[in-house]
């Protein structure tokens, strides 16, 4: 089992659209987590942190499940600019390494 | 506005040749990785360094070597380039790791062929 999983998707969605992705990690020790968000052949950015309470940030948001060990982006009102590759991070325990999942890819349609 | 660069952005080689992927960053940040992007297993952590001449290992840092001399500069040495290693590299960047308000900063990437 990988240490974070994320379906790959492509999701594929209409403009205005509630798209929810879901990463899962295997160490429950793990405590930080992050969405990074990766447009074609580009680096990286992050979106956002995940707090343990959830967060929100405009359309998006965020949430933690430690019980079930996953975690979860939601996205409101899509637009054709979120077309992009989402990747989930899970800091490996306390050790300041950064496990990344294989990304889920979405594409938001006109 | 520099930030973090990385040089060269792509790069072709042949097998056996040696090959230095630079990476250097403006912010004085303490940390600094080096990832390794494939399709099918995302980004996978060759080597981090948490201070200028410490530096550890990750998840795939065979047939890799990296050196920090200096707090701003984490070169990544292929000492035999072979084929496996054909990838897109990033570099990254953090002040303090591990904390929900500390993201990685990343590097435009490296794009290596190696034939």
């Known amino acids: 089992r990988k240490e974070v999983e994320q379906d790959p998707g492509p999701f594929n969605v209409p403009e205005g659209a509630t798209v929810a992705f879901n990463c899962t990690y295997s160490?429950?020790?793990?405590?930080?987590f992050f969405w990074y968000r990766q447009d074609c052949r580009k680096e990286p950015k992050l979106l956002m942190s995940v707090y343990s309470s959830g967060n929100e940030d405009g359309r998006f948001t965020a949430q933690l499940n430690r019980a079930s060990q996953y975690i979860s982006l939601l996205i409101r009102d899509s637009k054709l600019s979120d077309s992009a590759t989402y990747l989930c991070a899970v800091e490996e325990d306390s050790s300041y390494k950064l496990i990344f999942g294989s990304g889920t890819r979405l594409l938001v349609r006109p | 506005d520099a930030g973090i660069t990385q040089s060269p952005r792509y790069k072709i080689t042949e097998t056996g040749r040696q090959v230095t992927l630079m990476c250097h960053q403006t912010?004085?940040?303490?940390?600094m990785f080096w990832y390794r992007q494939d399709l099918g297993h995302g980004l996978r952590l060759i080597y981090y360094s948490a201070a200028a001449d410490i530096t550890d290992k990750g998840e795939v840092p065979d047939g890799y070597v990296v050196s920090r001399s200096k707090t701003e500069n984490f070169p990544l040495t292929l000492e035999s380039a072979t084929r496996s290693q054909t990838s897109v590299y990033f570099c990254?960047?953090?002040?303090?790791?591990?904390?929900?308000?500390?993201?990685?900063?990343f590097g435009p990437g490296t794009r290596l062929t190696v034939l």
């Open positions: 160490n429950s020790a793990s405590q930080s």
């Open positions: 990254a960047s953090s002040e303090s790791p591990g904390l929900p308000s500390n993201e990685q900063f």
């Open positions: 912010w004085s940040h303490s940390y």
